[in-house]
Nanobody
Framework: QVHLVESGGGLVQAGGSLRLSCAAS????????MGWFRQAPGKEREFVVT????????EYADSVKGRFTISSDNAKSTVYLQMNSLKPEDTAVYYC????????????????????WGQGTQVTVSS
């Protein structure tokens, strides 16, 4: 059973930075597709960034391009989301997600494609 645990959320002023972590356990993740999603109050869950665990292309939502960066530490089975130049509209609960399928580039943005989810971590950006 795959287990994902997010951490690193918090309250930050606009223009600030946060780094989220997603610690994965339960198996090796070679061949997995990993992603970060977020959900603001009253809104649907939306894709932020997705990537293949073993490397390859990464997709960013237009709203975060140039500000957010995904990375991973294979030895620690951890995926990170570095968030810079944060805006109030980035306020949401952020979720780490994974699937054992290697989803082709351009088709990774739907939450329904992911089988495993963390519990979420709250990010609040004040103006």
């Amino acid at each position: 059973q795959v287990h994902l645990v997010e951490s690193g959320g918090g309250l930050v002023q606009a223009g600030g930075s946060l780094r989220l972590s997603c610690a994965a356990s339960g198996r090796t993740f070679s061949g997995y597709t990993m992603g970060w999603f977020r959900q603001a109050p009253g809104k649907e869950r939306e894709f932020v960034v997705t990537t293949a665990w073993s490397g390859g292309t990464t997709e960013y939502a237009d709203s975060v391009k140039g500000r957010f960066t995904i990375s991973s530490d294979n030895a620690k089975s951890t995926v990170y989301l570095q968030m810079n130049s944060l805006k109030p509209e980035d306020t949401a609960v952020y979720y780490c997600a994974a699937t054992g399928r290697l989803i082709p580039y351009g088709h990774r943005g739907s939450p329904s494609l992911y089988d495993y989810w963390g519990q979420g971590t709250q990010v609040t950006v004040s103006s």
